[in-house]
């Protein structure tokens, strides 16, 4: 058996061992992993990573806290110093400085903590109820004629809106139905602002609007009474109530919720911009579809009157005019080609004739002889001597008689 030390060698650690070890010890204490802790916001620093650091203190100690960049665009309101809040989150250390810190996953000024769960139970209520439904909602006007605002008259938020609505649609009338939205009074006053509006019947649609705050600040817009007045307005409404990460139960009810009051303004009007541009698309569109149809039309028309003109009385007289201009034309060249041929056969006839004239023989120094009886003498048998005829010569004719008489052709041998 080895003898015992008589005295225990201390551990020796490192400096990172010894934090990390701490870490540990505070990441698996059940307390530190899940706390709560009150405190007075100081030395809070915002820097461009989104990360929000600040000091928690009271009057005796002070606690240095994180809000990671995850968590910080979540919040429902702007941290300040001192401000008294109430943390969430898990204590640890951060090593490379060896400090422990809050680590916060949500923060709350303090009093809202009851506001909220007393929020939650009356979102569930209502819900369950079918308030917030989808279904019942009704839709906006595209052009109204006249908007009802319910705020505070003398709030910016007004102002904004009024300004937004004169710059988009001045066509529009706007009534005011003027009400406190902070307040004890504020919820009765916001009920009779919305009653009073559902009683003219020429209000187009309600805008209930008021600028951001805490939630102790638009509690208001969390009245039971006023959510159900919401929800059963017989005029569309329109909510507008803080900045866009603020909620409350009117928003749920309304039949848009816009993310602030100059929000809802926009939503409720179109924009004169785009209705200009709406006009000038359509009147190009009209131009363009009437000069199609024009153009169809004017066509249309040409051909009718081609048509009308082909089968017009005019138009027929004219084509058998020409038609006729065109058969005297023919006609007249096939008069004229048989002219031609009539008058060359002519000269080939006179041609003819004139070779054959008698005349003509006489001029080429023949003579016609004629007997006593006018006969011509056309052998030598009709002129026996001492037989009298006349001669016949190209300028004149003389008596003659035959002395002598010799025949040219041969006389046949008589048998013997």
């Not at 009718?304 to 006609?331: E, F, N, T, W």
């Not at 003498?377 to 008689?401: E, K, W, Y």
Request: charged content about 25%; hydrophobic content about 40%.
């Amino acid at each position: 058996m080895e003898p015992l030390p008589l005295f225990k060698t201390p551990l020796t650690l490192t400096v990172e061992e010894i934090t990390r070890y701490i870490r540990q010890m505070m990441e698996s204490d059940e307390v530190l992993r899940d706390v709560r802790v009150l405190g007075e916001v100081s030395n809070l620093s915002t820097p461009k990573s989104g990360h929000i650091y600040f000091t928690l203190k009271d009057h005796s100690a002070q606690l240095k806290c994180v809000i990671w960049r995850s968590q910080s665009m979540r919040l429902r309101f702007a941290l300040q110093d001192g401000m008294a809040v109430e943390a969430h989150g898990s204590i640890s250390v951060y090593e490379r400085d060896g400090q422990y810190q809050l680590y916060i996953s949500s923060i709350q000024p303090v009093g809202e903590g009851m506001l909220y769960q007393e929020f939650l139970r009356l979102k569930g209520l209502l819900e369950a109820e079918g308030l917030f439904d989808e279904s019942r909602k009704r839709p906006l006007p595209a052009f109204p004629n006249k908007i009802g605002i319910i705020s505070s008259p003398t709030g910016a938020a007004l102002q904004d809106m009024l300004n937004t609505l004169q710059n988009r649609y001045p066509l529009a009338e706007v009534v005011l139905a003027p009400s406190a939205v902070q307040g004890t009074e504020a919820p009765a006053e916001l009920v009779r602002a919305l009653r009073a509006l559902n009683r003219q019947s020429d209000i187009d649609v309600i805008l209930i609007a008021r600028g951001g705050g805490s939630l102790e600040d638009l509690w208001a817009f969390n009245d039971e009474l006023l959510v159900r007045e919401v929800a059963a307005s017989r005029i569309p409404v329109i909510s507008g109530i803080g900045h866009e990460t603020d909620f409350t139960l009117v928003d749920f009810a309304s039949d848009y919720r816009a993310p602030t009051p100059t929000g809802a303004a926009v939503a409720a009007t179109p924009d004169r911009r785009d209705l200009l541009l709406n006009v000038l698309d359509a009147r190009m569109d009209l131009i363009g579809a009437f000069s199609t149809r024009l153009n169809t039309h004017s066509e249309r028309l040409d051909r009718m009157h081609q048509r009308l003109l082909h089968g017009s009385p005019a138009r027929r007289i004219g084509d058998d005019q020409q038609r006729l201009d065109q058969i005297s034309a023919r006609i007249l060249r096939a008069v004229n080609s048989r002219l031609k041929l009539d008058r060359a056969n002519l000269l080939a006839s006179n041609q003819r004739l004139s070779a054959l004239n008698p005349a003509a023989v006489l001029q080429r120094g023949y003579a016609i002889l004629h007997l006593p009886d006018g006969g011509l003498l056309r052998s030598i048998t009709q002129a026996p001597v001492g037989q009298n005829f006349q001669v016949q010569l190209n300028d004149g004719q003389f008596a003659a008689r035959a002395i002598n008489t010799t025949s040219s052709i041969p006389q046949k041998e008589s048998d013997g």
